[in-house]
């Protein structure tokens, strides 16, 4: 599910699976979305380790993943799935799939009219688009959190944020733009439970925050973040959450 473009996001196939499957699992409403049927081609666009392609597959799809992970792409090989380290910006697959499927991957590529005109390419005329990201407001207390921390010790926080959270109307736009029929395009607020609290979320998604801080700090870092966002985002069974705001979508190349 995640193509990472950064050089300062790394990911452990390990921790990914205990501090993050809650993101394929709450992904499977975008797997009814696609409407997948058997004998179709598929393309997961950051397909992550495999678990929403590896359901594809079950459900009788040819499917090849992409990811520009190296360490994830492992993980979803051992999946027995197709599987290739690419860059979401240059898709490099070929034409004629019959759909190109993409969950909590998008916000990670940072030049989205160049992924659209890539996944444009890979789909058949008919062919359809449809995924889910983070949306506008997505993770928004946490981010103003990381992007303070860093400002306070001189370091512009912004320009650490390695997310792209676009508006419905932003982002079916660029759609229109590259020529797709926009089926629909909305927010979902999805406040999600974290199995593995906030220290586990930080530790797999912050990476591009902390490595903009010296090592020596970033614990500090993330107790000044913990700290801040516990009003909000720590229930009072000790639950932590995160303020996930989704854009969800389907959109289709129009037939020849």
């Not at 590529?109 to 688009?129: E, H, K, Q, S, T």
Request: with cysteine; proline share 6%.
């Amino acid at each position: 599910m995640i193509d990472r473009t950064g050089p300062s996001q790394r990911w452990d196939a390990c921790g990914y699976a205990e501090n993050a499957r809650f993101v394929a699992d709450l992904g499977l409403p975008v797997v009814d979305l696609l409407a997948p049927r058997p004998g179709e081609r598929i393309l997961d666009l950051g397909c992550g380790d495999g678990a929403l392609t590896e359901k594809l597959a079950a459900a009788g799809c040819r499917v090849v993943g992409v990811d520009a992970s190296p360490e994830l792409t492992v993980a979803a090989r051992a999946r027995g799935i197709e599987v290739h380290l690419m860059d979401g910006h240059a898709l490099a697959v070929g034409g004629g799939f019959d759909a190109v499927f993409s969950n909590a991957a998008l916000h990670w590529m940072l030049r989205p009219d160049d992924v659209i005109a890539g996944v444009w390419n890979a789909l058949r005329p008919g062919g359809r688009f449809v995924g889910e990201f983070g949306g506008a407001g997505n993770v928004a207390r946490i981010v103003d959190a990381l992007e303070a921390a860093l400002d306070r010790r001189g370091i512009d926080g912004k320009a650490a944020n390695p997310w792209f959270f676009p508006t419905p109307a932003d982002y079916a736009a660029r759609l229109a733009a590259a020529g797709f029929q926009v089926r629909s395009c909305e927010l979902i607020e999805r406040p999600t439970p974290l199995p593995t609290g906030m220290a586990g979320w930080l530790a797999t998604f912050a990476g591009s925050f902390l490595a903009a801080v010296p090592e020596g700090e970033r614990s500090a870092v993330l107790n000044e973040v913990m700290a801040a966002i516990a009003p909000h985002l720590l229930k009072s069974d000790g639950t932590w959450y995160a303020d996930y705001v989704r854009l969800r979508f389907a959109a289709d190349r129009p037939g020849d």
